[in-house]
């Protein structure tokens, strides 16, 4: 039988507004580089970003519990402007936060 996967705990927030800065400004980077840069993309780093404050303002440390929110909240979001979708946006923000945190992304490890 398979090992279930470990959760990933974020360290507690100490400053949510400036995490919430820094992957706004790192998802926008992301979003355009992933594919061709479009205005849209600064309104979707902004909306994910806001999701990801106010749930670390909530307290709310598990990375699987952020990025379901993201899924959520962004399922509302018009992404008919927009190579991306919720999904894309919920996984690069988890990427980038793994990124932050040191955490090696490969092969499930």
Known sequence: MAEPIQ???LPAAQNPQQEGEWLQAALHQWLDQEF???AINQTIAA???????????EG?????SLVIAIVTEMQAFDFSKS???EF?????VSDLLLNSLGVDRCCGQ
């Open 47 to 57: 909306r994910a970003a806001q999701v990801f404050v106010r749930q670390r303002m």
């Open 7 to 9: 959760s990933i705990t």
């Open 88 to 92: 894309a946006v919920a996984n690069a």
């Open 60 to 64: 709310e440390n598990d990375l699987g």
């Open 36 to 38: 061709i840069p479009e």
């Open 83 to 85: 190579f991306f979708s």
